[in-house]
């Protein structure tokens, strides 16, 4: 069973570019949090999605920032006219689906996003 | 979600148990705390959780207090592999809940040889 994928690994973006991170969970989870840490920070919480829906954002900046889940194929967290600040390791994790007492989140092994 | 408080840093000898402790004194009854760690660069990667009484893994064992405002992931015989930053996180789960994580700032583990 694969873990959570996440492409591209390494993303190079000029200031204003777009930039679209892909995450695809686990099979059989269609829980999508998506987490983002800074140079020498912590992680933060951005989104939480199920298929189709989002769930939670209060951790999504207002603007530029947006975040799907199709109902087919990855979700996708799309950054629109990058700056500096953006230029961070953007992580994906999957869970299954509600109904399990306390359940564990899987992370991917992250995007990192470099703007020039 | 309650708020953790962790040393930011530990030492440990290859081969010892590595013992890092959490206090989580405003912990309500129905969070939990989990365990999570980030070796450099990786995802974090999910250790142990649990509610009221301690609990043993192939990875860990987490030993809560009595009245639930503390407890210590013990790491049986650490490795160098085990260096990392340890996260003790607490947040309620039910099904309502949208299971968001709050990290902290963590311990950062140091195994020496």
């Known amino acids: 069973n694969a873990g959570v994928m996440q492409n591209p690994r390494h993303l190079v973006r000029r200031r204003g570019q777009e930039a679209r991170l892909r995450c695809s969970p686990m099979k059989g989870h269609s829980h999508v949090y998506w987490y983002r840490q800074l140079p020498e920070e912590g992680l933060k919480f951005m989104v939480y999605?199920?298929?189709?829906?989002?769930?939670?954002e209060s951790g999504m900046p207002k603007e530029r920032f947006s975040a799907e889940f199709p109902k087919e194929g990855p979700s996708i967290l799309r950054i629109q006219q990058v700056v500096r600040g953006d230029s961070a390791a953007y992580f994906c994790?999957?869970?299954?689906?509600?109904?399990?007492?306390?359940?564990?989140?899987?992370f991917g092994p992250g995007t990192r996003l470099t703007v020039l | 979600d309650a708020k953790t408080t962790q040393p930011p840093s530990m030492d440990c000898a290859e081969g010892r148990a590595a013992n890092l402790p959490c206090n989580h004194s405003?912990?309500?009854?129905?969070?939990?705390v989990y365990w999570y760690r980030q070796i450099h660069s990786q995802g974090p990667q999910y250790i142990i959780h649990?509610?009221?009484n301690n609990e043993t893994n192939e990875m860990a064992s987490l030993i809560i207090t009595e009245d639930r405002k503390s407890s210590t992931l013990i790491l049986p015989h650490a490795t160098l592999r085990d260096t990392a930053v340890y996260y003790c996180i607490v947040r309620v789960y039910d099904s309502g809940n949208t299971g968001k994580l709050i990290f902290g700032q963590g311990t950062t583990l140091q195994v020496k040889p």
């Open positions: 994790a999957s869970s299954p689906p509600a109904g399990r007492v306390a359940n564990e989140q899987f």
């Open positions: 405003t912990i309500s009854g129905n969070e939990y």
């Open positions: 649990g509610l009221k």
């Open positions: 999605l199920q298929k189709e829906n989002i769930i939670d």
